[in-house]
């Protein structure tokens, strides 16, 4: 009897084998011969010289590279300080919004503002604004320069965003977590501290680091202000030599940073989601 039930589990496993590879082949061909099409259509257009030359000319790409990677060293720094920033923010206004009872109504009335306020200013906006607005007024003890209040409107939208993805990892967690927490004798805010916040922070950690892609790429926003970031010195080195090769430059190297870490959030999520489903989460 199992004699007989082998043959048929290998014929199985054959049959399975063969579709895995027609389907590898299958995809490596229509990828091939899409991207063949696709470059063929460009190189082969009437314009195509003229836009190598003013895109992806080498020696533009040589001459301006050191410039803009210098530049791209003041975007590390600000993606660096950013990300120190706004989880504390951003958990401290997500606290302020879950205390409960009238007491802590005011509070909770100002967390919504928060949110509210600079979640619906564009960023780039927001940048403008205090970057120019604030240096301005020149009030005495308030910092002057642009990269900081570029900093500080970084820190400000992002923050309103992450704030709400902590507060929907706080109310994802079962009420009856927080009833047991003050049954036990803790008060509100340990109740927060003990409880709920190390739950709520894990289930939303790949939402978190989806926001730290995106905030790598915005960082490039603060060269409105005149800030000489990568983005800013390819603009300058285009507008003396007429050639958009820089920008190219400036996007290999904010591609060299986003594309690690995209997969790596792409890995994390993978791998949270499999734990999830192996506890029954």
Known sequence: MSAGVAPRRSAVSE?????????????VV????????????????????????????WDD????????????????????????LIPVVALIVAVMRSLRGPAFTPIRLLSVIYTDVFRGIPLILLILLLG????????????????VWGLIALTLSYSAYTAEIYRSGIDAVPESQ?????????????SLR??????????????LMNTVVSLQKDVALISVLGVRDATREAQIITSRTFNYTPFLAATVLFLAVSIPLTRYVDWYTSRDRSERSQAGV
């Open 61 to 84: 790409f040589v001459d301006a590279f050191p410039s803009v990677i210098d530049g791209f060293w003041l975007n590390v720094q600000l993606f660096f300080w950013s990300m120190l």
């Open 132 to 147: 120019f607005g604030v240096p301005a007024l020149q009030i005495q003890g308030l910092p002057t320069s642009s990269t």
């Open 15 to 27: 049959f399975f084998e063969q579709e895995g590879a027609r389907a590898g082949v299958i995809t």
């Open 178 to 190: 927080r009833s047991s927490a003050r049954s036990l004798g803790l008060t509100q805010f340990q």
């Open 194 to 207: 003990f409880a709920i916040l190390p739950q709520a922070v894990r289930n939303v950690v790949p939402a």
């Open 30 to 57: 229509s990828t091939v011969a899409f991207f063949g099409v696709a470059i063929v259509a460009v190189v082969s257009s009437p314009n195509w010289p003229r836009v190598r030359d003013q895109f992806f000319s």
